[in-house]
């Protein structure tokens, strides 16, 4: 087991173990376009820490960020880190691998002075639950939208967060908009933009996509990290298959009114 810190040398061209089990998630044809954000923004927007097996193989992560540059929709004082995501691939847990990565990962943030982590904790079983961090100190300052925004103080107890309200105009008629923030940055969100891509073309004019690049603009702007909005409406969370693409923007062509 081997845990080291992602740099520009080692570990941008192997991010997302999540998406290279075998057999790989349907989803995974988001890989490469996760990958190349990663590398565009590591230092920017992404900080990681990669676990390797006894063969070499990445098989688990912990993708971050300092609070005053984290892709998230909150206002943060400086100082703090921001976990987006953990994992260690399903045939290795249970083994310490998560164990040793968040290890490496709290080391670090002592040695830089950090003063906590934040992280928003789900309700979604085997995928970053609360009770998992609940489990190594985090506890809940934050409810909102089913989600938990935790905190574990290192060098300062408490810690100053503003939650910014989302500001997505609701749209009718047609052609209807597909917006799409950020969204590149996981590989399921990554997938399902291409999957948007090739199908909104089929719409002959009657669906447009407008695609905003993530950033701390986007956020101050739209109120969100990232999202698929199709008129306005939150669509498209988690694994997307193109079928379930058209689906949702001939219902959206259905119901438009057309505008004059």
Not at 112 to 120: F, I, N, R, T, Y
Not at 212 to 219: H, K, S, T, W, Y
């Amino acid at each position: 087991m081997r845990v080291y810190r992602v740099t520009r040398n080692e570990g941008v061209g192997r991010a997302y173990p999540c998406a290279t089990e075998v057999p790989p998630p349907f989803w995974a044809d988001g890989l490469a376009l996760s990958r190349s954000w990663f590398a565009e923004n590591l230092g920017k927007y992404v900080e990681g820490f990669h676990v390797e097996n006894g063969e070499g193989e990445v098989v688990g992560h912990i993708y971050w960020a300092p609070s005053e540059r984290a892709l998230v929709p909150y206002r943060i004082e400086e100082g703090a880190a921001y976990v987006y995501c953990e994992w260690v691939q399903r045939g290795h847990q249970g083994r310490g691998y998560m164990r040793e990565v968040f290890g490496a990962f709290v080391e670090y943030l002592r040695g830089k002075k950090c003063k906590g982590v934040l992280v928003d904790g789900t309700e979604i079983e085997g995928y970053m639950h609360y009770r998992h961090f609940e489990k190594r100190g985090f506890r809940v300052i934050c409810e909102a939208d089913g989600g938990r925004l935790m905190y574990l103080p290192l060098s300062q107890e408490r810690i100053e967060v503003e939650p910014i309200e989302a500001r997505i105009s609701k749209r009718e008629g047609l052609p209807v908009e597909v917006l799409v923030i950020g969204s590149q940055f996981c590989p399921v969100g990554a997938s399902a933009v291409l999957a948007i891509r090739r199908v909104a073309g089929e719409f002959e004019g009657k669906v447009v996509v407008k695609e905003v690049a993530g950033g701390r603009e986007a956020i101050e702007r739209y109120g969100v990290a990232d999202g698929i909005f199709v008129n306005g409406e939150a669509r498209f969370f988690g694994p997307v298959r193109e079928e379930q693409v058209r689906e949702v923007l001939r219902e959206a062509i259905g119901s438009a009114k057309v505008q004059t």
